[in-house]
């Protein structure tokens, strides 16, 4: 079966602009978790959509949102892009979410630059 | 103050020696998963624990839930288990370590 695709895999935007990366999910996971990855931060938990609802959310400030579809795709935002936030963006989906006994599947990440 | 701290942060080994990984973590957890990463990004998850011990071909991870502490071993390692390994847990938050690098040399 298909895994976790993200798309684009790589973009460069410049400071100010906007961003919006896809993460389509394994058929069946309707929970899909996102997280930034930085050489000085490391991974981080951005947030979490079951069923169309953030069910959790990681600490990062409101210029990161997200949504979740019907069809559990999701997209998540980057709104008035900084430096700091070039990293490497991945979603994972879940049957039920990483708060019950589900393994996760990661996509192959979305590699931001910002310019 | 970091949630979970992970150590060796980088170890190097030679092909075939017995390798372990530790993690600990300072917050209730409801899963600890251990994560592999190789060079271009991709993590894999290699086990999802909230009790005991799993082992899934020469990988064996453990946890001691009332020490608040997991352990990752591999046997027999070889060349091709050369990545970052990364403990994270699951809560009320996701919190991940700053992982391992472990090279092995052939």
């Known amino acids: 079966k298909a895994g976790v695709t993200q798309t684009p895999r790589y973009l460069i935007k410049t400071r100010g602009q906007q961003v919006t990366l896809s993460c389509s999910p394994i058929s069946g996971h309707r929970s899909v978790s996102w997280y930034q990855q930085t050489p000085g931060q490391g991974l981080q938990f951005l947030f979490e959509y079951f069923s169309e609802t953030q069910r959790n959310k990681g600490n990062f400030p409101g210029r990161f949102s997200g949504r979740q579809f019907s069809n559990s795709r999701s997209e998540m935002n980057v709104s008035t892009l900084e430096l700091g936030d070039s990293a490497l963006y991945l979603c994972?989906?879940?049957?039920?979410?990483?708060?019950?006994?589900?393994?996760?599947?990661f996509g192959a990440g979305s590699r931001l630059t910002v310019l | 103050k970091n949630e979970v701290e992970q150590s060796p942060q980088n170890l190097t080994a030679q092909e075939g020696e017995f390798i372990t990984i530790n993690c600990s973590y300072s917050?209730?957890?409801?899963?600890l998963h251990w994560l592999q990463q190789h060079p271009g990004g991709g993590i894999v998850s290699l086990f999802m624990l909230s009790s005991g011990k799993k082992k899934h071909g020469r990988l064996i991870a453990t946890i001691n839930i009332q020490e608040k502490h997991s352990s990752l071993h591999i046997t027999a390692s070889h060349p091709r288990d050369s990545a970052v390994y990364i403990c994270?847990?699951?809560?009320?938050?996701?919190?991940f370590g700053t992982g391992t690098s472990l090279t092995v040399i052939p």
């Open positions: 917050v209730g957890i409801s899963a």
């Open positions: 994972a989906s879940s049957l039920t979410g990483w708060g019950g006994a589900n393994v996760l599947t």
């Open positions: 994270a847990v699951t809560g009320n938050q996701f919190y």
